[in-house]
């Protein structure tokens, strides 16, 4: 989302969206594994303790998938599971945390982020990163190319 935040701060529904997004991240957080859970039972998976081998089940499952057949809702079932899957993937490989993005000059803007490693490390927008995995033809659709590419980043 990019702002029209200038140098007086930002706009009134930017302050709307921050405030609606700040009183939603705890549900988000509570989200993130029973939605992980989701995903990998329609992987067919029972474990889902290891997310490296939730990663491998959504990479098979992407590789083939015709993603054209799927309705705008089980796009966003989808979206939404694997931006979770994305997230909390990082930081176990990595270690950090996810948040709410406030600094009007970032490119993340009001967005649900994770600062990769904690502390100053590098921040990634696991929705972005499971877009763009979305969108690429089916056969070269990789979460877990996109995750290594996010931790060269890092």
């Given at each position: 989302m990019s702002s029209t935040t200038d140098m007086h701060g930002p706009t009134d529904d930017e302050r709307a969206i921050l405030e609606r997004r700040r009183a939603e991240f705890p549900r988000?957080?509570?989200?993130?594994?029973?939605?992980?859970?989701?995903?990998?039972?329609?992987?067919?998976?029972?474990?889902?303790?290891?997310?490296?081998?939730?990663?491998d089940a959504a990479d098979a499952f992407l590789a083939g998938a015709d993603l054209g057949?799927?309705?705008?809702?089980?796009?966003?079932?989808?979206?939404?599971?694997?931006?979770?899957?994305?997230?909390?993937?990082?930081?176990?490989?990595?270690?950090?945390?996810?948040?709410?993005?406030?600094?009007?000059?970032?490119?993340q803007y009001l967005r649900y982020v994770v600062r990769v490693g904690g502390g100053d490390g590098p921040i990634v927008d696991p929705a972005e990163l499971a877009n763009r995995v979305l969108i690429e033809p089916p056969g070269s659709r990789s979460l877990r190319r996109a995750l290594d590419e996010a931790a060269k980043a890092t």
């Amino acid at each position: 989302m990019s702002s029209t935040t200038d140098m007086h701060g930002p706009t009134d529904d930017e302050r709307a969206i921050l405030e609606r997004r700040r009183a939603e991240f705890p549900r988000l957080v509570a989200q993130l594994r029973p939605g992980i859970a989701d995903l990998a039972g329609f992987l067919s998976m029972a474990n889902v303790d290891d997310l490296e081998q939730v990663v491998d089940a959504a990479d098979a499952f992407l590789a083939g998938a015709d993603l054209g057949e799927a309705d705008e809702d089980q796009r966003i079932w989808l979206l939404t599971r694997l931006m979770y899957l994305a997230g909390e993937a990082l930081i176990d490989r990595h270690g950090g945390h996810w948040f709410l993005e406030t600094d009007p000059g970032s490119p993340q803007y009001l967005r649900y982020v994770v600062r990769v490693g904690g502390g100053d490390g590098p921040i990634v927008d696991p929705a972005e990163l499971a877009n763009r995995v979305l969108i690429e033809p089916p056969g070269s659709r990789s979460l877990r190319r996109a995750l290594d590419e996010a931790a060269k980043a890092t």
